[in-house]
């Protein structure tokens, strides 16, 4: 990762955070909104696919919900 300069303006500081802010909100509003449905969380790790299953379990075997039918 290259290090950067900080900036002077820090304007440019506040509006990045009320960005990720509202990012942030997203996301977590989509994880419930998908837990709701039965859409288990999926994550990528050393470039392996991974599912966080309703029950807590984490699995590469992707759920019946997440198969191509």
């Given at each position: 990762m290259k290090k950067v300069k900080k900036l002077n303006d820090n304007?440019?500081?506040a509006e990045i955070t009320r960005i990720?802010?509202?990012?942030?909100?997203a996301v977590k509003k989509a994880k419930e909104e998908n837990k709701k449905l039965g859409i288990p969380e999926t994550f990528w790790?050393?470039?392996k696919v991974y599912y966080i299953l309703s029950s807590?379990?984490?699995t590469q075997n992707p759920p019946p919900i997440m198969r191509e039918s």
């Open positions: 304007k440019i500081y990720l802010t509202i990012a942030n909100d790790n050393n470039g807590g379990e984490i």
